[in-house]
């Protein structure tokens, strides 16, 4: 029995594909990432809740990652994000899944162990216009399309880029993301005077999805939105004010239980290093949650959990299985009393509050919840 755990709410994950579809058109597909266990939510049960809720697409960076959705007799369409090497492409067709290529050596090795395996492989052209991270230059575009074209079992099924800056506001941020886009479209057209159709298009992440309606084209990838967070509280403000009701709900609740209450004096230390002191009487509480399950140290001081409806900050270092919480002397608190980190009730400190304090993204603290905390699928 653990007393540290991730309540998954599936309820709220269909209540937010439900919403982001009110942001595309009919005919766009949805892709959603599951890498990093689905963003440390679960992969197998959030790849299965996102078939039954009408996502064509799932998404991953690591081909073991694809693995463990077919182990578990997941069949959707797999798109995988990163450059396999040239010594996994038999297994990239093995499992059926839909690399991104972008030179001629990886796309010539892959139709010849296509070949081999006698399975034509579909691939998505990665175009680089401004990431600066994988993908061929727009101009390369075409070319490569034509060669993947000549191939015999390599199946051109679809194009795409990645946004740098899409979930900014600052005006050069702006600019940079609709050259972007520029950029990409030219490398389609391109690609479409050589004759050939490109497929699938693709660019917009989170977002994109948010602030670039004309960057839809085919397939959007939203990843953040889809578990319930907006990148941050502008462009939460911007949506809600371009489409009025739109709502997202986090689908993760990490709470853990105290299991001790001790009353300390004044001039008394908590934790390592002794960086906080009482400065009059109080009630420490401790609850088995630290580092080791993905609760950053660095959160304390400044991190408010949330009991009984209301917040108690965290004191001291946060140790790597424990940490402390003052509760004052006035409320009624108990070992065995539930604690909230996050969620997504209202009262208690947001995820995005957290990742501030961490100097850091909601992402990082997401997929940063160790496989030791178990997550609990609750409707």
């Known amino acids: 029995m653990n007393s540290t755990k991730a309540i998954i709410h599936k309820k709220n994950l269909e209540r937010n594909i439900k919403n982001i579809k009110?942001?595309?058109?009919?005919?766009?597909?949805?892709?959603?990432?599951?890498?990093?266990?689905?963003?440390?939510?679960?992969a197998v049960e959030i790849s299965k809740l996102l078939i039954k809720n009408d996502v064509d697409v799932l998404a991953v960076a690591k081909l073991s990652e694809a693995a463990e959705l077919r182990a578990a007799n997941i069949k959707a369409p797999i798109l995988l994000l990163s450059l396999p090497l040239e010594e996994e492409i038999p297994e990239v067709i093995k499992l059926n899944v839909q690399p991104f290529v972008f030179t001629k050596d990886f796309i010539t090795a892959l139709n010849e162990e296509a070949i081999k395996q006698n399975i034509p492989v579909k691939v998505h052209l990665k175009i680089d216009t401004?990431?600066?991270?994988?993908?061929?230059?727009?101009?390369?575009?075409?070319?490569?399309?034509?060669?993947?074209?000549?191939?015999?079992?390599?199946?051109?099924?679809?194009?795409?880029?990645?946004?740098?800056?899409?979930?900014?506001?600052?005006?050069?941020?702006?600019?940079?993301?609709?050259?972007?886009?520029?950029?990409?479209?030219?490398?389609?057209?391109s690609i479409k005077e050589e004759g050939i159709n490109p497929g699938i298009c693709h660019c917009s992440a989170t977002g994109g999805t948010?602030?670039?309606?004309?960057?839809?084209?085919?397939?959007?990838?939203?990843?953040?939105?889809?578990?319930?967070?907006?990148?941050?509280?502008?462009?939460?403000?911007?949506?809600?004010?371009?489409?009025?009701?739109?709502?997202?709900?986090?689908?993760?609740?990490?709470?853990?239980?105290?299991?001790?209450?001790?009353?300390?004096?004044?001039?008394?230390?908590?934790?390592?290093?002794?960086?906080?002191?009482?400065?009059?009487?109080?009630?420490?509480?401790?609850?088995?949650?630290?580092?080791?399950?993905?609760?950053?140290?660095?959160?304390?001081?400044?991190?408010?959990?949330?009991?009984?409806?209301?917040?108690?900050?965290?004191?001291?270092?946060i140790c790597m299985d424990q940490c402390m919480i003052n509760i004052g002397t006035k409320d009624t608190i108990n070992i065995g009393d539930t604690v909230i980190i996050f969620s997504d009730k209202k009262e208690g400190q947001t995820l995005n509050d957290q990742a501030r304090l961490a100097n850091t993204i909601p992402y990082e603290i997401l997929t940063g919840i160790m496989p030791r905390v178990p997550r609990i699928y609750v409707d």
């Not at 009110?22 to 679960?42: F, M, Q």
């Not at 880029?161 to 479209?185: M, Y």
Request: proline share 5%; hydrophobic share 35%; charged share 20%.
């Open 22 to 42: 009110t942001l595309i058109h009919s005919h766009t597909k949805i892709c959603i990432p599951v890498k990093a266990n689905a963003y440390g939510h679960g």
């Open 210 to 317: 948010l602030q670039y309606s004309e960057a839809q084209f085919d397939m959007i990838r939203p990843g953040l939105i889809a578990y319930g967070y907006f990148p941050d509280e502008k462009i939460e403000k911007k949506v809600k004010h371009y489409h009025p009701g739109f709502e997202l709900y986090p689908i993760m609740e990490l709470q853990s239980k105290i299991t001790s209450i001790k009353t300390i004096s004044a001039g008394e230390s908590i934790s390592y290093g002794r960086k906080w002191i009482s400065d009059a009487k109080t009630r420490i509480a401790t609850i088995p949650i630290g580092y080791g399950d993905g609760l950053k140290r660095c959160l304390s001081p400044g991190l408010k959990v949330l009991i009984n409806g209301k917040q108690y900050p965290i004191v001291g270092r």
């Open 130 to 189: 401004g990431m600066g991270r994988i993908g061929c230059q727009p101009e390369e575009a075409a070319g490569l399309a034509k060669y993947i074209f000549s191939q015999s079992h390599v199946i051109l099924n679809g194009c795409c880029t990645h946004f740098a800056v899409s979930d900014s506001l600052n005006p050069d941020d702006i600019e940079f993301t609709k050259k972007q886009i520029k950029l990409f479209t030219f490398a389609i057209n």
